[in-house]
């Protein structure tokens, strides 16, 4: 099996949703299992100067800046493709998804590589059979909640590119109570069989 494990908190040092995706790898990893690891804050590229709707611009009609861009989109796809089972770490920022995250599903929704159109015009997602695992952090945001507009766009990315099985870890409301919410998470990651 192949692991995907991408972190996108702006935090490298002290981050606790980093720690805990860690402590979800070391739960769920076998022996024989690949890990391939993300840090969207190391090298993430924004979606910029598009001349035409969706990721397309002839190769001929590339500046330099596109190559990059579609270096890296290619390179995330091929992460998720290779992928059996995806782990992505996130805090709420501001109420919503970290800016890297954001970027790094702009990359990731490519036609006919994650997604596709069918005849009827309604969207299919190609990334089908992958299991998912969303650690996701707040300090004041109740998960799930209307102020919560990271975790239900999350799953909604996921279930477009056709991943349809996410389980949710979180330690929510972390600046009431600390100590719970890291205790109640790890208790979620515990009783992952």
Do not use: C
């Not at 596109?66 to 992505?88: A, N, P, T």
């Not at 919560?148 to 109570?177: C, E, R």
């Amino acid at each position: 099996m192949k692991i995907y494990q991408i972190d996108s908190s702006a935090r490298k040092e002290g981050s606790t949703s980093r720690a805990l995706a860690k402590k979800l790898l070391e739960k769920i990893k076998k022996p024989k299992d690949e890990v391939i690891y993300r840090d969207l804050n190391d090298e993430m590229l924004f979606v910029t100067g598009l001349t035409e709707s969706g990721m397309n611009i002839d190769q001929k009609d590339q500046n330099e800046n596109h190559r990059k861009m579609f270096e890296l989109s290619d390179q995330l796809v091929k992460e998720l493709k290779e992928s059996d089972i995806i782990i992505i770490s996130a805090p709420i920022y501001n109420y919503g998804p970290p800016a890297t995250l954001k970027a790094w599903s702009d990359l990731a929704a490519r036609v006919g590589e994650t997604f596709r159109f069918k005849p009827d015009g309604r969207r299919e997602g190609l990334l089908k059979a992958k299991k998912a695992y969303l650690v996701i952090t707040s300090g004041g945001t109740k998960l799930n909640s209307n102020e919560d507009f990271l975790t239900p766009w999350l799953k909604f990315i996921l279930n477009f590119f056709g991943i349809d099985d996410v389980q949710i870890i979180s330690a929510d409301q972390m600046a009431l109570d600390y100590e719970k919410s890291i205790m109640e998470a790890e208790k979620q990651i515990e009783n992952i069989s």
